[in-house]
């Protein structure tokens, strides 16, 4: 199993502004990924964060927007950058353990005002 | 291009019967599926997973079966109880560990 922990667990922003949101593991995962989870929404895949490479993006989503960075094989962050009302969501990290489950951080509420 | 689907109307259950939610996939076959609980304000945990040849799973109170000819999965909670409140996940892999998520079902254990 994983614990993970994200920071911060919520957040009211100005727009224009920059979030950044961190995401320790307890362990040592392979790969790591970041959710977005939009009001009254599933969550929906942003990025997988790859150690020592760029982060790889979803379609939809790009890097001036998101970047990512995964200094090591334990910690990840998301950046928020020039934010909108429209950033406004649940940001979500997890890692996988192998094919069996994902483990998640308990996720960044994000309100951009 | 591949999809999966819960209905994400609410589901309010009387304690002690079954909750059933349904989860369908569309235009690919995925090698297992997940079902996955999240509490408000909280991350999803992980529940149970099932593989296409596997037609059900058990843990506990919770069953999962899998039927490939539909493209559907089945998740039941027996004995309900109000501490199952919360809304249950459907997640299928597509590639390099990723996962998608269906939009989720609530369930309201009423007691």
């Known amino acids: 199993s994983a614990v993970i922990s994200q920071k911060p667990s919520r957040d009211i922003c100005q727009r224009g502004t920059s979030l950044t949101i961190q995401c320790q593991v307890d362990?040592?995962?392979?790969?790591m990924f970041w959710y977005r989870q939009q009001p009254g929404q599933s969550l929906t895949l942003i990025a997988t964060?790859?150690?020592?490479?760029?982060?790889?993006?979803e379609s939809g989503f790009v890097i001036d927007k998101f970047p990512i960075s995964r200094p090591n094989l334990t910690f990840s962050t998301l950046t928020v950058s020039n934010m909108s009302p429209e950033d406004s969501s649940i940001y979500l990290c997890?890692?996988?353990?192998?094919?069996?489950?994902?483990?998640f951080g308990q996720g960044t509420r994000l309100t951009v005002v | 291009s591949q999809k999966i689907e819960q209905n994400s109307e609410a589901l309010n259950i009387q304690e002690g019967k079954t909750a059933t939610l349904t989860c369908n996939y569309t235009?690919?076959?995925?090698?297992?599926l997940q079902w996955y609980r999240q509490d408000p304000g909280r991350g999803p945990v992980f529940l149970l997973l099932?593989?296409?040849?596997?037609k059900e799973k058990r843990k506990e109170r919770l069953k999962v079966t899998f039927d490939t000819t539909l493209k559907q999965s089945l998740f039941h909670i027996t004995a309900s109880q109000p501490a199952d409140s919360a809304t249950y996940l459907c997640?299928?892999?597509?590639?390099?560990?990723?996962?998608?998520f269906g939009k989720g079902n609530q369930v309201v254990v009423i007691p």
């Open positions: 362990s040592q995962v392979t790969m």
């Open positions: 964060a790859n150690q020592g490479s760029e982060a790889t993006y």
């Open positions: 997890s890692a996988p353990t192998g094919l069996s489950e994902a483990f």
């Open positions: 235009n690919y076959s995925p090698a297992y």
């Open positions: 099932i593989r296409e040849n596997e």
């Open positions: 997640a299928s892999p597509y590639g390099n560990n990723r996962l998608a």
